[in-house]
């Protein structure tokens, strides 16, 4: 029975277990707070709304740990954002956009990752200046 519990309490999973933690204990006091916050429909509503920041979390988790570093994820972000909304209220099709985006933020960060690699440049100088670029981008 101690070989099954005795994983969980590793090292290695206490960032996963704090943030848990962390998370729960701030919905808890939301529902203390609030009326009707412990509802399903509630944290629907949060995972929903804060997806986007999920899914950058989750690719720039695995671009720590292969030992690199991406600073440009917000500012792509936002960049994606801007466009959408231009494009759309240009009377584009939602689905063009979006694939339009997708390709973009792809080809981008493959156009990074190949200066880093064949440049041999830090990828911290890469992507700070990717940063600036994009942000430079959502104000023109």
Do not use: E, H
């Not at 101690?2 to 933690?21: E, F, G, M, S, V």
């Amino acid at each position: 029975m101690t070989a099954l519990i005795t994983p969980l309490w590793n090292r290695k999973y206490l960032p996963l277990a704090a943030t848990i933690i962390v998370f729960l204990a701030i919905f808890l006091a939301g529902g203390v707070m609030y009326d009707n916050f412990l509802s399903t429909r509630v944290l629907g509503n949060i995972l929903a709304d804060n997806s986007f920041i999920i899914i950058a979390a989750i690719g720039a988790t695995f671009v720590i740990l292969s030992g690199g570093i991406d600073l440009s994820v917000g500012s792509m972000i936002g960049f994606v954002g801007v466009c959408m909304a231009v494009l759309d209220s240009q009377g584009w099709n939602p689905l063009a956009t979006a694939a339009l985006m997708l390709a973009f933020g792809f080809a981008f960060g493959a156009a990074q990752g190949w200066v880093i690699d064949a440049l041999d440049i830090q990828p911290f100088i890469i992507t700070l200046a990717g940063l600036f670029l994009l942000r430079g981008l959502c104000l023109w």
